[in-house]
């Protein structure tokens, strides 16, 4: 007589029940490496986006000649800088928030924004930085010595950097930013 050895009925299907509850566990392991990948790389995004932000604005003012703050509720920020994104030598930039989607733009140009008409608009270059701008504030320091950028988007951490810039205010008259002379110490014993 002939012993063949094999795998009983039962033993064929409990191995079958393991090796599916393993492959379920797997399965959902799978599935939550790849809704977190999806929220890192969103993550990921939206900081390189505040960065691009942050820097194109740094840039733009830290290379500035003048500064101009404009505006209670939300600030319109104008200035003569050495930072271009169009290759204009020394171009006049402004920052602002459009009442469209509350998106804040940056209008690049060799004429400043004040004089943007019909007639040389197509010499304004118009960046679209974000939508959902809730408020875009820059404040500088009563000595003009720090300037505080505050930038809030809908559902976003606020942005808040700040940094040393002092900017001087040009004066024609050039007494005011003349040291004043001092005097010289008397001597001891004199």
Known sequence: MINKKAFTLIELIISIILLSIIVMFLYATVSNLERTNKIFAANEKALQEREKVITVLYDDIFTANTLTLKGHDDTLVSMQTKNSLFDIQEPYVTWLVSKEKNTLLRFESIFPFEKMNSDNA???????????CELFKVFQSKKKENILLYIQ????????????KPLFVKDNNQTKNKPAKKEPLPRPGN
Request: hydrophobic letters at 30%; glycine letters at 4%; proline letters at 4%.
């Open 122 to 132: 197509s010499y304004y270059h118009i960046s679209k930085i974000g939508e959902n």
């Open 153 to 164: 988007f809908k559902d976003e951490t606020p942005i808040v950097y700040e940094f040393a």
